[in-house]
């Protein structure tokens, strides 16, 4: 079994901070004025109320419903761990409708019904029908589920759709053509053996059939062994259609010379036996959740010609829904579609299937920290692929449009993929981005402030999430307390803990740090303070000699302060070339302020050094920079002296020959805003800004701390650039997220170092 990234505990955080659960609502238009008040409500609310009474297409228009889908459950089949009832699955709709958001921009609310009775379930579901664009039923057990389906979408006209169903079916097939493709196999002549007749796996056999997989090669299997015709026990008229005409009883026996195993039954219910047992190149989807039917590592050590996946994040090929029901939504939902149909799943399973064999670009590369090629260990896209919003729904609506269930048609295609493209938030592909290569470097961190809880649980964090390893400088039994405190008694044996006291290397260094400061008025007592006694000097000493990659600090003292105490020990002063960098993250956009750290009162050389090591930052994060030297004033007005180091910023970079768009000097509206800089033809910038220089430290503490306090925007940094090693100053106020985020910054930092 892969090692879990998080512990019990964490999970319960997660969803209990910031605030319970894991989505809320916001309104999308003002309401603060006595106007505002009467459009949004009475009396200017009655004007679409009447529209939609005598036009109810025009709910499109007027209505959220056109992006608004339901995940609706009874918790009667949660996941693979069965009947937990309405209240107990919700964490598992919460979470699908914030992949439904994060994935495919599709507005969702999850709704728990408290009944297993399907003519109520299916009452309450059709009243609601009017709010929504689409109903995704999620988590219903089978033979229930069929029938809830099949009632629902002959009485509602929008979509209903139960992913465990047709989700699980879709991308089952996406994987298993490409499976099949790498093994050299027809899906008509493959022996299937499928585990599990419940909702997954009737839609999964279905569509295969569908697909040419032929009947009497394939078999059914649920608690009761396998589904064979003349069967009276645990049977439905579901699992009947699916009995095979055969001698066989057992799953055992059914997996003798298979070629495709799939699993939608539950954890452990294949042996390495069975798996033995398995024709040559065999295929093997253990998607039960959480847990497969067997684990690829168990799979592997008895058959490496496997093809393994599973339905979970941590192994390679994860077959799951979250691959198509955010995408066919989108589709139906922008075709304001009645229906999902067969052609809109299989034209959504062949788009999948693919898009893996296509060639995975840098940025998919980047994000994983891994080259992915089409092969054995990735047969189906990622989840993380940005491809998928704009490959995928355009091949959904054209497969509705086709087949007659789109109120409205989209007449330019290409026009829409790139609305699609617009849709994503790049905020998050940067974070992904960041954690893969962290991941892939194994830097390990210095925690320069054990004696702090946030810092404890950062370092823990940093190590328990496979950074890499995580040195805490504190006393042993103080991280003990507490880490005992937090409620993480168990994670005090994980840490290494290093101080003055236990480090072998104290003497070399003392001697390191009194050759840099001797003629600097300090001597050997000094010295020994320094080294032995202060966390940030220590852990500065540890990170320059090499016993760690790179070092966090900052989160217990000003960073003026740390700054000072860090100089003691590396070169990274105002003239050193160092500079520090904020980057300030916000509704989608992405925005490097420099410099927040090092220069008080930067002269025009000073802020040309600075946009370099902005755009340099820039680009490690994956943008392409463009750079904007800001004041109040733009291009010469009005005139300041105060403007005017800006403006000769911008000339001595031109003498600099530099290789990234820069310009100014502007006031910030025109340096961030397209419609700003029409003003402004002349102007060397080809969009927004995404590096703005600001004149003064001062100015750029401001901007940074308004934009976090007011607006909420998420903050990484300052990044010290400019330093050969990797240091990392957090903010005093920074929370466990800040400090891992600046962490993974220095991780990122320390590969290339
Ligand atoms: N990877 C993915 O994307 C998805 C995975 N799944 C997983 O598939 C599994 C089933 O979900 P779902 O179809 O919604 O649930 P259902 O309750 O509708 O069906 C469960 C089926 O599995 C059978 N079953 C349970 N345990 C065993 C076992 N040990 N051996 C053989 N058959 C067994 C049941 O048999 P019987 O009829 O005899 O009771 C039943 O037919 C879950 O683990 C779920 O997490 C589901 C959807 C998507
Ligand atoms: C993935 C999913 O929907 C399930 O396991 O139920
Ligand atoms: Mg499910």
């Known amino acids: 079994m892969a090692k879990p990234r998080f512990t019990r505990e964490d999970a319960l955080n997660f969803h209990e901070a910031p605030s319970p659960g894991k989505w809320e609502v916001t309104a999308t238009v003002p309401m603060t004025t006595q106007r505002d008040l009467s459009l949004a409500y009475s009396p200017g609310v009655a004007i679409p109320c009447e529209v939609i009474a005598e036009h109810p297409e025009t709910a499109y228009d007027y209505t959220n419903k056109g992006n608004l889908v339901a995940v609706i459950s009874n918790g009667t089949a949660v996941l693979g761990l069965g009947n937990l009832g309405a209240l107990a699955s919700k964490p598992v709709m919460e979470g699908k409708s914030v992949l439904f958001k994060r994935f495919a921009d599709v507005n969702s609310i999850d709704i728990e019904l408290d009944t297993e009775d399907a003519d109520a379930f299916c009452n309450a579901v059709r009243l609601m029908g009017p709010s929504f664009g689409g109903i995704n039923l999620e988590d219903i057990k089978a033979p229930e589920c069929f029938i809830i389906e099949q009632r629902l979408k002959e009485e509602m006209d929008i979509p209903v759709f139960h992913d465990d169903q047709h989700g699980t079916a879709v991308i089952c097939a996406a994987g298993l053509l490409n499976a099949l493709h790498i093994s050299g196999k027809k899906i008509e002549d493959v022996r299937i053996v499928l585990n599990g007749a419940g909702a997954a796996g009737i839609a999964c056999l279905e569509l295969l059939k569908a697909m040419g997989a032929r009947h009497d090669n394939c078999i059914m299997c649920d608690t009761k062994g396998v589904i064979w015709q003349g069967r009276t026990i645990g049977m439905n008229q579901w699992k009947s259609a699916h009995a095979a005409n055969t001698s066989l009883r057992t799953l055992e026996e059914a997996m003798d010379g298979a070629d495709v195993f799939l699993g939608v039954s539950a954890k452990g219910a294949v042996t390495q036996a069975m798996v033995k047992s398995m024709a040559p190149n065999p295929v093997i989807f253990a998607m039960a959740n959480p847990d497969p039917e067997i684990t690829p590592e168990e799979a592997h050590e008895v058959r490496e010609d496997a093809i393994v996946a599973t339905g979970r994040s941590d192994y390679p090929n994860q077959v799951n829904n979250v691959l198509g029901f955010p995408y066919l939504f989108r589709g139906a939902l922008d075709i304001h579609a009645r229906a999902i149909n067969d052609a809109m799943k299989i034209a959504c399973a062949e788009a999948l299937a693919e898009l893996a064999r296509e060639e995975v670009p840098d940025e998919v590369a980047l994000a994983y920290g891994q080259k992915l090629s089409f092969g054995r260990d990735y047969i189906i896209p990622t989840p993380f692929d940005p491809r998928l919003i704009h490959r995928i729904p355009p091949a959904v609506a054209r497969a509705g449009m086709e087949t007659g269930v789109a109120r409205r048609e989209i007449a330019d295609m290409e026009q829409y993929e790139q609305a699609l493209k617009g849709r994503m938030d790049p905020t998050a592909s940067v974070l992904r981005g960041l954690n893969a290569r962290a991941r892939a470097a194994q830097a390990t961190m210095i925690f320069a402030e054990g004696d702090d809880p946030r810092v404890l649980r950062a370092a823990v ?60 008025g300090l001597d050997q007592h000094d010295i020994h303070r320094l080294a032995g006694r202060d966390r940030h000097v220590f852990a500065s000493l540890m990170l320059a000699h090499g016993h760690g990659d790179g070092m966090i600090t900052g989160a217990t003292r000003k960073s003026a302060h740390v700054m000072e105490l860090v100089n003691h020990v590396f070169d990274a002063g105002p003239h050193d070339g160092a500079v520090g960098v904020s980057v300030v993250m916000h509704n989608g956009r992405i925005v490097l302020i420099a410099d927040t750290l090092v220069h008080e009162w930067p002269d025009e050389e000073d802020l ?146």
């Open 461 to 520: 964090q940093y190590q328990r999430s496979g950074f890499g390893k995580a040195l805490v400088v504190g006393r042993s039994d103080d991280v003990a307390e507490k880490l005992a405190a937090e409620g993480m008694a168990d994670a005090a044996a994980e840490l290494e803990v290093v101080n003055a006291a236990n480090t072998p290397h104290l003497d070399t260094y003392k001697a390191f740090l009194y050759r840099r400061l001797q003629r600097k």
């Open 608 to 753: 040309a050094d600075i946009a370099t090591q902005g755009a340099q930052v820039a680009r490690e994060l994956g943008l392409e920079p463009r750079v904007a030297f800001v004041s109040f004033s733009t291009f010469g007005y009005p005139v300041s002296e105060r403007a005017t180091k800006m403006h000769r910023a911008a000339e001595v970079l031109d003498g600099r020959n530099v290789d990234f768009e820069y310009e100014g000097e502007m006031a910030v509206d025109v340096a961030l805003n397209a419609k700003g800089q029409e003003n402004y033809p002349f102007s060397r910038l080809t969009g927004p800004a995404n590096v703005l220089v600001v004149p003064a430290r001062h100015s750029a503490s401001i901007s940074v701390k308004l934009m976090q306090e007011m607006a909420g925007a998420t903050i990484i940094g300052p990044i010290l650039s400019g330093v050969d090693k990797p240091i990392q100053i957090c903010s005093t106020v920074s929370t466990v997220n800040d400090i891992v985020n600046m962490a993974v910054m220095a991780a990122c930092k320390a590969r290339r170092a």
